[in-house]
């Protein structure tokens, strides 16, 4: 007896047959990758907002571990270039929430041989440090960065706040950019720190 088979079985075979493989592929990509790197810890531990005369402003703290890359690229004379990032958006159920601020701050952290002088520059603004240390510390810690004048948020609103720094790496020379790709000890960021945030009446403030 000759069993035949049509052409839509075939096709189901043939659709559970790449199914299977698929999913078996899918399960491979989730596992640990054996040897793979370690990014360098960036990580927020502290950040709050707090009304100071006319304006809310930020403190926050960020922790970063060096890489033995990270040093090596900045002894070299590589300028490592971060940004800071901050967002404050108004909750709407009906649509994305409104954008009320939209800041960044762009860090610049180098070394220059002939000084033996780590720096740090902050738009016009430009700081020296005798170690690297000294210099990731003072990058690390932001104390009253302006963000808004008060009269511009009515009090007891509540807020969604975000905040993150990164090392950009599209601002990184070309050469760089290019070997950034792939490598975790250049692939720096605390992901983005997000808590809801409340204003305050004025005579709470004082």
């Keep these: 007896m000759t069993v035949s088979t049509s052409p839509c079985s075939k096709r189901l075979e043939l659709w559970q047959a790449l199914r299977g493989l698929l999913l078996a592929l899918l399960v491979v990509c989730a596992l640990p990758q054996p040897g793979a790197a370690v990014a360098a810890d960036l990580e927020t531990q502290f950040v709050e907002i707090l009304p100071v005369d006319d304006q809310y402003v930020l403190n926050a703290a960020f922790s970063l571990a ?48 002939l000084t033996r002088q780590y720096r740090l520059s902050t738009g016009g603004l430009q700081r020296s440090f005798a170690t690297l240390d000294e210099t990731l ?63 305050v009446p004025r005579e709470a403030a004082k």
């Design 137 to 199: 510390r003072a990058m690390l810690s932001v104390h009253n960065w302006p963000l808004i004048d008060r009269d511009r948020l009515p009090p007891r609103q509540v807020y969604r706040a975000e905040l993150r720094l990164r090392l950009d790496q599209g601002l990184l020379p070309k050469p760089f950019q290019i070997a950034a790709l792939g490598d975790s000890d250049l692939d720096l960021s605390s992901g983005w720190q997000r808590w809801n945030f409340q204003t």
């Design 66 to 113: 060096p890489s033995p890359r990270l040093e090596e690229l900045v002894s070299r004379g590589v300028a490592l270039p971060f940004v800071l990032e901050f967002n404050l958006k108004s909750p709407r159920w009906y649509w994305w929430d409104a954008v009320i601020v939209e800041k960044r701050t762009e860090y610049r952290l180098s070394y220059h041989a």
